[in-house]
C-alpha cells in the first residue's frame, strides 16, 4: 500500500521546455489535487478532480493543464516552462465523510526552471 | 476568497517550552485540519475538528475550534526537538467549495535542545 506517489522527485527545465509531472494512488479516493508550495505562501492550489474523466481550475492554473484518464493517476503538465514556475508540486488526493477532510500528500516533486 | 491567516509566521524556542499557533480567517468553515509538515516530505494529517467549541487532545498538543468555526490554535505542551516543522492550518468549506481547503500560510517551528 504506497498511498500517493508522485513522479519525478526532482527536475531541472529550460524556460520554453514542456514536462509531465505523474501522481498515482492506490487509495481509490475520488478526489485528487495538485499544489504548489512556495515559501510564505503555503500551499496553493493548481487544478483539481472530483473523479476520473473529470478536472477543474484551482487558485493559481495559468501555465498548467492536468488530465485523470484513470481515477488512480493524475497528471500535471507544463507546456512552456518560466522560472516562475521554479517550486515543489505536491499531489493529494482526500477521503470526505460528512464534513471530514483527510487529505493525503506524496512526497513532492521539486522543480526548477533556469 | 477565503483566507486564513496563521501566526506566528516563524517560532524558535527551547526544548520543554510550552507554544501556540494561531489560525484565523473572517470565513466560517465546515471543519478545519492541523497537517505537519518535515523537510523534504508532504504534509501530514494531525487532526480535523469540526465542531464549534471543540478541543481534541492528542498527546502534548491541544487544537482548538473557535465558537464560530472561523479559527483555530494548536498549543503544545513541553516541545521537543521532535516536534520541529512547518505547521499547516487548513479549513474545508461548503457549497461551491466543497472537495477544496484552504490553507494557511504556515507557521515554522524550531525547538532547540
Known amino acids: 500500500n504506497a498511498g500517493v506517489t508522485q513522479t519525478p522527485k526532482f527536475r531541472v527545465l529550460k524556460t520554453g521546455q514542456s514536462m509531465t509531472l505523474l501522481c498515482a494512488q492506490d487509495?481509490?479516493?475520488?478526489?485528487m489535487y495538485w499544489y504548489r508550495q512556495d515559501p510564505g505562501m503555503g500551499l496553493r492550489l493548481i487544478h483539481y478532480?472530483?473523479?476520473?474523466?473529470?478536472?477543474a481550475k484551482g487558485e493559481v492554473p495559468d501555465g498548467y493543464n492536468v488530465s485523470r484518464l484513470k481515477k488512480q493517476n493524475f497528471l500535471l503538465g507544463l507546456e512552456s516552462a518560466a522560472p516562475s514556475q521554479t517550486s515543489v508540486y505536491f499531489c493529494?488526493?482526500?477521503?470526505?465523510?460528512?464534513?471530514?477532510?483527510?487529505?493525503?500528500f506524496g512526497p513532492g516533486t521539486r522543480l526548477t526552471v533556469t | 476568497t477565503q483566507l486564513l491567516e496563521q501566526s506566528p509566521q516563524f517560532l524558535s524556542i527551547q526544548e520543554g517550552e510550552n507554544l501556540t499557533v494561531y489560525c484565523n480567517s473572517s470565513?466560517?468553515?465546515?471543519?478545519l485540519q492541523w497537517y505537519r509538515q518535515e523537510p523534504g516530505e508532504g504534509p501530514v494529517l494531525l487532526v480535523t475538528?469540526?465542531?464549534?467549541?471543540e478541543v481534541k487532545k492528542l498527546k502534548r498538543l491541544t487544537f482548538q475550534f473557535g465558537d464560530a468555526r472561523k479559527d483555530s490554535s494548536l498549543h503544545i505542551t513541553a516541545a521537543q526537538t521532535g516536534d520541529t516543522g512547518l505547521y499547516l492550518c487548513?479549513?474545508?468549506?461548503?457549497?461551491?467549495?466543497?472537495?477544496?481547503?484552504?490553507f494557511g500560510q504556515g507557521t515554522i517551528l524550531t525547538v532547540h535542545p
Open positions: 475538528v469540526v465542531t464549534g467549541g
Open positions: 487548513a479549513g474545508a468549506g461548503g457549497g461551491t467549495s466543497y472537495g477544496k481547503l484552504t
Open positions: 470565513s466560517v468553515f465546515s471543519s
Open positions: 478532480s472530483v473523479g476520473e474523466g473529470t478536472t
Open positions: 493529494a488526493t482526500t477521503k470526505i465523510y460528512r464534513e471530514n477532510y483527510e487529505q493525503y
Open positions: 487509495m481509490n479516493h475520488e478526489y
